[in-house]
């Protein structure tokens, strides 16, 4: 490149370009100082300045920009180029686009004295920034290389849709953007009246934008709606809208709970620490128990992830007084002062085949969890695990150490609860063999040890393979051959959750079945016409025969039982070869399950049903009450779904015993939805109450609680309406056979692009960890790019 340093070249040179070029003229001018050192021809291509302008509004919040610099090159394009050796000035006219780095400049005409160094642009001037941020405005005056600057009547479109508009503008250091008389909104603007006040706004004397901090300060805020003042802020600071992690203080929380903290406030702190990690600081403090400081560390590595939550507080509430209100009168020194949890969750991964990772989860007592709304204080159990598994070709494989505390003090104690060390888990599904079937094998393997119970270890195997094949006249068969078997050392079987009494020693035992199972589905496939409509029918007998081994229910009194404890004999479990829901307990002999499957298919609609039964060789009396199988000829089961519109769907599942026509389990959901409006709902029903037949001694001479007789008769209903930006819903669930309600609840909210309010209501009224008609109420707003503001009790 020649040098020119003579003013009279640049501008002889100037001409000289223009004439020979009727178009655009893009030139490269190095300022130093103040003065015009270098000047080349580079090219003559219309597009190369949009393409900037283009490349540097895609970097909105990404904040990727190079700093201003007074080495680097600015580089112009403009319709005429003219300079006055008077006076120094070069005058850019006729769409002008300046640039340098990331930083673009665009106007009708610019000015610039190489010795003030001063650069004026007027009419239509717009400034893009490196993170994406554009000025608009119709006068702006700029020194040192760009980095300062005032402006009139200025316009800032932000990341996220952030839009903020004021009398006036400075710009120091091309860091900071003192904005006067200013409104900022990240709602739409109305295109028929830009002049008519967005949803919301915040009008400020002074907002100062901080692109260095990555912050925006208002000072002598409103929060207007429709341009209606509502709410005063003296002082208000949020994140750049750019920023997706910004360090500083995000948006406190208050809230109130009468029973244990009364009013509280949370007011939390983020600290992104760098780009893999973060710290959340969350301090809470109360009128009615002690402070708590909790905290949140989150880092994401190449091979892996780790997340900690943990907190201290001084828990002051009298526990001993809510146990006599309760009735229960045990001690718990430990429920009061000094009181603390601890979550992790950590995965790594070995390589492309094998992973690692833990699960800890602790805390000193459950009406700590209980007094300051620990997430997950309303379940039975903290989980807690460490685990190795790997993914191979049809293959997996994981071992896991688990352990679990009670945190539902009336429920679950501590210490009837099992350490699993440690439960090794491998599934293999093979390719087609050269008889045309697929072999599958599993085992789940474990030592398990309880201070309050039994304790085993086992070894568990299943082996499985299957061959179908299809006959000319269009039945589908399936051949299946299966093993299951178990292996036991076990001991204090007389406790819980077995209670057998006369086995007070340690017992090795172990039960194998066979299974050969044969299946057939005949579908019977034809098309129909209703009216204009074309449709399908399938009707299709299905038959299953199972010849295996008489297991009595599986019950064998020498042997524990773990994964086994329920019995579910449905349409979902109707062809099933194994009906208890692990390997503990085998459903075995023989039997042969029958079935009707069909199905209409028409212009969106549907009816679909399935309803069969088995026949038992030998009947099983070691089953709970009710399970549907305790005779030669089972309760019949039944499945229906219909949709014979878009506007309604149901289904609906039913058991009913042959012998006395009584419906011994049934169910069914339905779901009605208009433009704007539906309603959903749900029954269920059984002449038993199936959680509590291990609650004591089932095997005891009086057999299981009472509470095991009572009937479940309970009803859901909801309904939930839209209209426009609004939306509100309510639910309501009740025990009909207790003749009592469950829960209730609703919501109601506003949303739109840039608002949302939720308003949502929760009364509980069973009792949950000693808890009974407990109500809730959360009320959120949230703003776009401002944050959400909560309130909930």
């Known amino acids: 490149m020649r040098n020119y340093s003579s003013p009279a070249l640049f501008k002889k040179l100037a001409r000289k370009l223009a004439r020979k070029n009727k178009r655009k003229t893009l030139l490269l001018i190095s300022i130093v100082s103040g003065s015009i050192g270098g000047i080349g021809l580079l090219v003559d291509q219309d597009g190369f300045a949009q393409q900037q302008i283009q490349i540097a509004t895609s970097n909105i919040g990404k904040n990727s920009g190079t700093p201003f610099s007074g080495k680097d090159p600015i580089t112009f394009q403009a319709d005429n180029v003219s300079y006055d050796s008077k006076t120094g000035e070069v005058t850019w006219q006729g769409d002008v686009h300046i640039w340098q780095n990331d930083h673009i400049l665009r106007a009708d005409k610019v000015v610039y004295n190489r010795t003030t160094n001063i650069a004026t642009a007027n009419g239509n001037v717009s400034m893009v920034e490196p993170d994406g941020e554009i000025l608009f405005t119709q006068h702006v005056q700029l020194g040192e290389n760009m980095r300062e600057g005032v402006m009139d009547q200025v316009y800032a479109l932000l990341a996220d849709n952030g839009k903020l508009a004021a009398n006036g503008a400075r710009r120091t250091g091309g860091k900071v953007h003192d904005f006067s008389r200013s409104v900022y909104t990240a709602c739409p603007i109305c295109e028929k009246d830009p002049k008519k006040a967005p949803f919301w706004q915040l009008r400020s004397y002074q907002a100062i934008r901080d692109m260095e901090n990555q912050r925006i300060d208002f000072s002598d805020t409103f929060i207007d709606f429709f341009g209606i003042p509502v709410f005063y802020m003296p002082f208000f600071s949020i994140v750049d809208p750019s920023v997706k992690r910004q360090s500083g203080f995000l948006i406190p929380s208050i809230n109130f709970s009468g029973k244990y903290m009364g009013a509280y406030t949370t007011i939390p702190y983020y600290w992104a620490m760098n780009k893999w990690s973060?710290?959340?600081?969350?301090?809470?403090?109360?009128?009615?128990?002690?402070?708590?400081?909790?905290?949140?560390y989150r880092a994401r590595f190449n091979q892996g992830m780790l997340r900690v939550e943990g907190g201290?507080?001084?828990?002051?509430?009298n526990h001993r007084r809510r146990q006599r209100e309760l009735g229960d009168y045990s001690t718990h020194s430990k429920d009061n002062g000094a009181q603390g949890y601890l979550f992790l969750k950590t995965e790594w991964a070995l390589n492309q085949n094998w992973r690692y990772g833990a699960n800890l989860n602790l805390a000193t007592s459950s009406f700590y969890m209980q007094d300051y709304r620990i997430n997950g204080y309303g379940q039975d159990?903290?989980?807690?695990?460490?685990?190795?598994?790997?993914?191979?070709?049809?293959?997996?494989?994981?071992?896991t150490l688990q352990g679990y505390q009670g945190i539902n003090h009336y429920t679950v104690n501590s210490?009837?609860?099992?350490?699993?060390?440690?439960?090794y888990t491998y599934n293999y599904f093979g390719q087609p063999d050269a008889l045309g079937g697929r072999f599958s094998f599993n085992t789940t393997n474990f030592v398990l040890y309880r201070s309050n119970g039994v304790s085993d270890q086992r070894g568990q195997a299943s082996l499985n393979w299957?061959?179908?094949?299809?006959?000319?006249?269009?039945?589908?068969?399936?051949?299946?051959?299966?093993?299951?078997?178990?292996?036991?050392?076990?001991?204090?079987?007389?406790?819980q959750p077995l209670y057998l009494n006369d086995k007070r020693g340690r017992q090795f035992s172990g039960q194998a079945l066979p299974t050969l199972a044969v299946k057939m589905n005949w579908p019977f496939l034809r098309e129909f016409k209703l009216g204009d409509t074309t449709g399908t029918q399938v009707i299709e007998p299905i038959v299953q025969l199972i010849a295996a081994p008489h297991s009595k229910g599986g019950r064998n009194w020498n042997m524990p039982n773990e994964d086994s404890l329920a019995y579910e004999f449905s349409d979902t479990t109707l062809f099933a070869l194994n009906?208890?829901?692990?390997?503990?307990?085998?459903?075995?002999?023989a039997r042969a399950n029958v079935g009707v499957h069909g199905n209409w298919a028409w212009d969106g609609r549907q009816v679909d049903f399935l309803v069969g039964q088995s026949y038992l060789e030998h009947v099983t009396k070691n089953l709970p009450e009710n399970s549907g199988v305790n005779r030669h000829m089972s309760d019949v089961v039944g499945r229906l779904r219909l949709s014979p519109s878009q506007y309604f769907s149901t289904t609906g599942r039913m058991r009913v015993s042959p012998y006395d026509g009584k419906v011994t389990y049934g169910e069914g959901i339905f779901?009605?939805?208009?433009?704007?409006?539906?309603?959903?709902?749900?029954?269920?029903?059984?002449?038993?109450?199936?959680?509590?037949?291990?609650?004591?001694?089932p095997f005891s001479a009086q057999g299981p609680s009472n509470l095991f007789d009572q009937k479940t008769s309970e009803l859901t209903l909801g309904a939930s309406t839209d209209w426009k930006n609004w939306h509100a819903s309510a639910f309501g669930r009740r025990s009909l056979s207790r003749k009592e309600n469950v829960a209730i609840g609703g919501t109601a909210g506003y949303r739109n692009d840039c608002f949302s309010m939720d308003v949502i209501y929760l009364k509980q009224y069973t009792m949950i960890n000693g808890e009974q008609n407990t109500d809730t109420v959360l009320f959120m707003l949230t703003f776009k790019t401002l944050g959400t503001f909560g309130i909930n009790g």
Request: hydrophobic share 35%; aromatic share 16%.
């Open 278 to 296: 973060d710290l959340t600081f969350n301090p809470l403090f109360a009128t009615k128990t002690g402070p708590q400081l909790s905290a949140i």
């Open 312 to 317: 201290i507080a001084d828990d002051t509430i």
């Open 381 to 399: 159990t903290l989980n807690s695990d460490l685990y190795l598994e790997g993914f191979g070709e049809g293959a997996y494989s994981k071992v």
């Open 415 to 423: 210490s009837d609860l099992p350490f699993v060390l440690p439960r």
């Open 466 to 495: 299957d061959r179908p094949f299809d006959t000319d006249i269009g039945q589908k068969w399936l051949v299946t051959l299966h093993v299951d078997s178990n292996i036991y050392n076990a001991s204090h079987l007389y406790e």
């Open 579 to 589: 009906r208890f829901q692990g390997t503990d307990r085998l459903d075995g002999g």
């Open 671 to 697: 779901n009605v939805g208009f433009n704007h409006f539906g309603i959903n709902g749900g029954y269920i029903y059984e002449p038993i109450t199936p959680y509590y037949y291990y609650w004591g001694n």
